[in-house]
């Protein structure tokens, strides 16, 4: 098969998932939106735009992980090679990055100024990488997934906290306290 004839073949996969992904938007009500389509490298990005987009993305993203999963399904089921389909709602996906990036710093202060590990709610993949990667570079934390199956989540645990007294730059504790024989040589 030449290339052209593969185009040819990924442009009718695509726009065969996109009718797809239209068909179950109806079903599910979600009448007022469109499904626009791009391509980078090796991934088909599908982005639901228009006024009934959010509710295409359910409860902290179930519904859009779910539809994606179906639209992959499709894709690999066409033996298209090695293209994924990346599904995004209203941006929702960039959005929810953010959020998590923020979770992680305070979740990682936290962790620092109470010594003490951090579980955070089960997670998808996407999720659970999105807070590894914003905590790797971190001195003070380490993270783990812990659990199995959709009860998977992320620890957040204190790096050994000797490493953390003494750090270069870590913060001088002052001791308040008087020695008993000086306040008997008061009196």
């Known amino acids: 098969m030449s ?21 179950v938007l109806v079903k ?7 499904v626009e389509v791009s391509e980078n490298g090796d991934s088909v990005i599908m982005n639901i735009v228009g006024e009934d987009a959010p509710n295409a993305i359910g409860y902290r993203g179930e519904t859009l992980d779910a539809l994606q999963y179906l639209c992959n399904l499709l894709l690999d089921a066409s033996e298209s090679g090695f293209k994924r389909v990346s599904l995004d709602a209203e941006n929702y996906r960039a959005k929810r ?3 998590l990036q923020r979770l ?8 620092k100024r109470t010594g003490k590990e951090v579980s955070l709610e089960p997670m998808n993949p996407y999720e659970r990488r999105i807070i590894h990667t914003a905590l790797q570079s971190s001195k003070y934390v380490t993270t783990q997934s812990d659990g199995q199956g959709t009860r998977r989540h992320v620890v957040i645990t204190p790096v050994n906290q000797s490493n953390i007294l003494n750090a270069p730059n870590a913060p001088r504790k002052t001791l308040n306290f008087v020695y008993r024989s000086e306040k008997k040589k008061r009196r």
């Open 3 to 23: 290339n052209i004839q593969q185009a040819a073949s990924l442009n009718d996969n695509v726009a065969h998932i996109k009718e797809f992904l239209h068909n």
């Open 104 to 111: 992680a710093s305070n979740i990682e202060q936290k962790v």
């Open 97 to 99: 990055e953010k959020i």
């Open 28 to 34: 599910m009500d979600i009448v007022n939106c469109e």
